[in-house]
């Protein structure tokens, strides 16, 4: 008869003496955390390093973990949260979203132009997200890459959920109005380009 499959918090409080309940922590877990960490930090390398990282604070502090209601993963989300923005203080660079490309190959084939205005809108959207504070990419990130509710959000950002949607809201505001800013300086400097060309 098969062991029942013990839920995080479980595991959590057996993890501080048993190698092995960690160990399925980590297993449930690190896909999650890599992917979180390279969003924030577009590279593979320093997301690999940083989620290690993640693991071995988490490991050495699980022991004194404590159940505040929210589920465990919030807690190892912060943990990358803090590891990643010292990792950006560090660097003293702004933070790097790279964002998929979602084209049909199909599509792509019989119609290139569609191609090329996916990846002009794309790169649009990228240069958009790099300039949005280190909150509101977080914010980005775990709603439309990790797939998390505003509920959710609010445990890993410590905010309440009313608190989450008015940010969710402020940030699409604010992707519209640098959208429209961007579209208008690149209007203009094509106007440019067309009256030094003719």
């Given at each position: 008869?098969?062991?029942?499959?013990?839920?995080?918090?479980?595991?959590?409080?057996?993890?501080?003496?048993?190698?092995?309940?960690?160990?399925?922590?980590?297993?449930?877990?690190?896909?999650?955390?890599?992917?979180?960490?390279?969003?924030?930090?577009?590279?593979?390398?320093?997301?690999?390093?940083?989620?290690?990282?993640?693991?071995q604070?988490?490991?050495?502090?699980?022991?004194?973990?404590?159940?505040?209601?929210v589920?465990?993963?919030?807690?190892?989300?912060?943990?990358?949260?803090?590891?990643?923005?010292?990792?950006?203080?560090?660097?003293?660079?702004?933070?790097?979203?790279?964002?998929?490309?979602?084209?049909?190959?199909s599509?792509?084939?019989?119609?290139?132009?569609?191609?090329?205005?996916?990846?002009?809108?794309?790169?649009?959207?990228?240069?958009?997200?790099?300039?949005?504070?280190?909150d509101?990419?977080?914010?980005?990130?775990?709603?439309?890459?990790?797939?998390?509710?505003?509920?959710?959000?609010?445990?890993?950002?410590?905010?309440?959920?009313?608190?989450?949607?008015?940010?969710?809201?402020?940030?699409?505001?604010?992707?519209?109005?640098?959208?429209?800013?961007?579209?208008?300086?690149?209007?203009a400097?094509?106007?440019?380009?067309?009256?030094?060309?003719?």
């Amino acid at each position: 008869m098969k062991e029942p499959v013990m839920d995080d918090m479980s595991l959590a409080r057996q993890a501080g003496s048993d190698p092995e309940a960690f160990g399925e922590l980590y297993e449930r877990h690190v896909r999650k955390i890599y992917n979180y960490i390279y969003y924030r930090t577009g590279n593979y390398h320093d997301a690999e390093d940083l989620t290690e990282m993640v693991f071995q604070r988490a490991l050495r502090h699980v022991a004194t973990f404590e159940d505040k209601g929210v589920p465990f993963t919030a807690w190892l989300y912060r943990i990358a949260h803090n590891l990643v923005a010292n990792w950006h203080r560090d660097r003293s660079r702004r933070p790097v979203v790279p964002l998929d490309q979602h084209v049909a190959v199909s599509e792509v084939a019989e119609y290139p132009e569609s191609e090329a205005m996916a990846n002009e809108e794309t790169e649009l959207l990228m240069t958009i997200v790099r300039h949005l504070p280190p909150d509101r990419q977080q914010l980005l990130i775990l709603k439309f890459v990790e797939r998390m509710s505003n509920a959710e959000i609010g445990d890993v950002m410590g905010r309440s959920e009313g608190a989450v949607k008015s940010l969710y809201h402020r940030t699409l505001n604010a992707l519209r109005a640098e959208a429209r800013r961007l579209e208008e300086e690149s209007s203009a400097d094509r106007y440019v380009k067309d009256e030094k060309a003719g």
